[in-house]
T-cell receptor
Framework: DVKVTQSSRYLVKRTGEKVFLECVQD?????MFWYRQDPGLGLRLIYF???????EKGDIPEGYSVSREKKERFSLILESASTNQTSMYLC?????????????FGAGTRLSVL | KQEVTQIPAALSVPEGENLVLNCSFT??????LQWFRQDPGKGLTSLLL?????REQTSGRLNASLDKSSGRSTLYIAASQPGDSATYLC??????????FGKGITLSVRP
């Protein structure tokens, strides 16, 4: 079974803090994604990566950065957390060209910025 | 820009009923369409994926259809059960493996 693990289920941070959200997948997937999910807005893509050290902006990259130093790990970084970044963050991975490109999701991290 | 719409936002049905969840998308240039399930406070679980060349996929009591030319998909759930209560999301894959999601339909199956 594919496993996508997000390091924290719940996180509370203060405005201005630097925040790291970690995601690890165990299936050697090339593609990894970070989304945020908000009531009434649905899931929106923040950043994605097709390979190590590679990143692409999604639909809402402002205020975020990412790091992919190893194939299995994709980190989302909030350089200076703000209250409007309070949200549910979901990480996903998929295999390029196999598994019909099904995206497998982690359990999510609910981040509150006070 | 691709837009995915799921209407209604919420649905309540009695146990045992067969039901259809609808999804529409604006750009027919898709690689595939996926249906996901999300339980409250949890991540997403992929239920069915239909490639753009396919018309439907089945898994157990679930059947998903795709009409790419009209920009529509349906998820059919047979003999609904209380355990089917969840939010169901539709998503289409466009260029660069990017998914565009609908906002989901929250289904409640009453015992």
């Amino acid at each position: 079974d594919v496993k996508v693990t997000q390091s924290s289920r719940y996180l509370v941070k203060r405005t201005g803090e630097k925040v790291f959200l970690e995601c690890v997948q165990d299936m050697d997937h090339e593609n990894m994604f970070w989304y945020r999910q908000d009531p009434g807005l649905g899931l929106r893509l923040i950043y994605f990566s097709y390979d190590v050290k590679m990143k692409e902006k999604g639909d809402i990259p402002e205020g975020y950065s990412v790091s992919r130093e190893k194939k299995e790990r994709f980190s989302l970084i909030l350089e200076s957390a703000s209250t409007n970044q309070t949200s549910m963050y979901l990480c996903a991975s998929s295999s390029l060209g196999t598994d019909l490109e099904i995206q497998y999701f982690g359990a999510g991290t609910r981040l509150s910025v006070l | 820009k691709q837009e995915v719409t799921q209407i209604p936002a919420a649905l309540s049905v009695p146990e045992g009923e067969n039901l259809v969840l609808n999804c529409s998308f604006t750009d027919s240039a898709i690689y595939n369409l996926q249906w996901f399930r999300q339980d409250p406070g949890k991540g997403l679980t992929s239920l069915l994926l239909i490639q753009s060349s396919q018309r439907e996929q089945t898994s157990g009591r679930l059947n998903a259809s795709l009409d790419k030319s009209s920009g529509r998909s349906t998820l059919y759930i047979a003999a609904s059960q209380p355990g089917d209560s969840a939010t169901y999301l539709c998503a289409v894959t466009g260029a660069n493996s990017k998914l565009t999601f609908g906002k989901g339909i929250t289904l409640s199956v009453r015992p």
